[in-house]
């Protein structure tokens, strides 16, 4: 991540979910935010997703267009 959390404080993975933001190289935003697909269809042409950003202690979800082109995260059965 380029930056951290509000006032400095560091990110500690608290979660374990060791994640990395997910932007093409090409991307002003690389670096700064991650998106992750849900398995959960929102519309017949959408999915819903989960953001994290370096800047922001919290999380934000949404519905986008599948072509948006979303991190997957791979969990071991």
Do not use: H
Not at 19 to 30: R, T
Not at 34 to 49: E, H, I, V
């Amino acid at each position: 991540w380029q930056v951290d959390n509000p006032g400095g404080v560091p990110s500690t993975n608290s979660s374990c979910f060791t994640a990395l933001p997910g932007w093409d190289s090409e991307s002003p935003m690389v670096g700064l935010y991650g998106d992750w697909w849900s398995s959960t269809d929102a519309a017949s042409a959408g999915a819903w997703f989960f953001g994290l950003a370096g800047n922001n202690p919290g999380t934000d979800r949404g519905t986008s267009p599948k072509y948006y082109g979303c991190s997957i995260r791979c969990i071991k059965g």
